[in-house]
């Protein structure tokens, strides 16, 4: 069982299933994969915890046919926790950003409602902007690939039973530099020598925690960034060809991308793609990561249920009634002020 577990009932009692909110933000097909991915975490943290995860996506961006709520309807959804994924950036500077205003809106959301939220990638660089002015700074070149991280913090909830080192997916343009985010009160969990801040908390109303790395990724998930990345650069989308992610492939397949990599800077066309090695790709990754997630989000769950505990029950039933509603208009200006 990883470490922080969900406790369960011995009342006899079914415990009330944990009101999760995912608020997706990635586009297209990227968003069905995020989706599984944390769906798949939870799962395998929880236990037998029941857990219900709530889908919501910004207003103006709600996938055809799926069931997303707007953003605006989180504040009658009677969530425990929030999780909050990244975007694919498209700015320079993070409040030239289209979605800059609404995430900044749920920060002070999560805040003023005391919600444990987890901030991932662009919206944990977003949620520390907004929180305390510290700018992200850019990269040389994307970073992409299996990041060797050291615990830095081993008496923080969330670190509980985590191991000393791990190796987790990273895949940023961008950085938080550590010294500012020390000196604004930010606790490290983890960290890398050459990357940076891993994992970092901060305990504000509630307690926040922020991953610049992705515990959640499946062992397949850098390759279709790069893949996509590669038909980019093939369809006139990118100048340069993306590098292969780091550390996540052995001699022989190295040596097939690199040959890919040739003949498609010199026959670049859409069609190139068809040549891919994937499925030698695919048989060269493992996902070496998920003990480490799974342990990360069981004591994250473990946070979540504690405070949700101490909430009245007649409380978390209204709440939840009132997600059962549609939304009125005040309501959704409410959470999307």
């Known amino acids: ?62 996938p055809a046919g799926a069931h997303y709520h707007p953003v ?8 425990d926790g929030l999780i909050v994924t990244g ?7 993070l409040r030239d950003e289209p979605l800059w205003g609404p995430l900044a809106n749920l920060v002070e959301f999560a805040v003023d409602r005391a919600i444990p939220t ?11 902007l907004h929180l305390d002015g510290i700018e992200r700074r850019r990269l040389p070149e994307k970073l992409s690939g299996l990041v060797d991280c050291t615990r830095a913090d081993s008496g923080h909830a969330l670190a509980a039973g985590l191991p000393e080192r791990w190796r987790l997916p990273h895949s940023r343009y961008n950085e938080l530099p550590t010294d500012a985010l020390a000196a604004h009160g930010y606790r490290l969990l983890s960290r890398s020598g050459d ?68 003949q ?11 040549g891919f090695p994937m499925a030698a790709c695919q048989a060269d ?20 249920a504690d405070r949700a505990a101490r909430r009245p029950a007649a409380e978390a039933a209204a709440r939840a009634d009132r997600f059962a509603r549609p939304a009125g208009p005040a309501a959704a200006r409410a959470a999307a002020r």
């Open 87 to 93: 975007m694919p950036p498209r700015a320079a500077a």
């Open 195 to 262: 990357a940076g801040a891993d994992l970092f908390v901060k305990d504000t109303a509630a307690p926040f925690l922020f991953c610049q790395g992705h515990p959640e990724y499946d062992a397949h998930a850098l390759l279709r960034e790069y893949h996509r990345d590669i038909r980019q650069f093939l369809s006139g989308g990118r100048d340069d060809y993306p590098a292969a992610p780091r550390g996540c492939f052995g001699r022989e397949v190295t040596a097939r991308l690199e040959a890919f990599r040739r």
């Open 1 to 62: 069982m990883p470490a922080g577990r969900p406790a369960e009932r011995v009342d006899g009692a079914a415990p009330r299933p944990l009101a999760i909110g995912l608020v997706n933000s990635m586009p297209g097909e990227a968003l069905r994969h995020t989706e599984r991915q944390f769906r798949g975490i939870l799962a395998g943290a929880a236990g037998s915890i029941p857990v219900e995860l709530r889908l919501f996506s910004f207003d103006g961006a709600l």
């Open 285 to 304: 990754m493992t996902h070496g990561w998920r003990d480490l997630a799974l342990g990360l989000y069981a004591n994250w769950l473990a946070q979540v």
């Open 72 to 79: 605006g309807r989180l504040a009658a959804a009677g969530i």
């Open 118 to 128: 987890v901030w991932s990638c662009l919206a944990a660089h977003a949620a520390v």
């Open 264 to 274: 498609a800077e010199r026959d670049r066309a859409p069609d190139a793609i068809a």
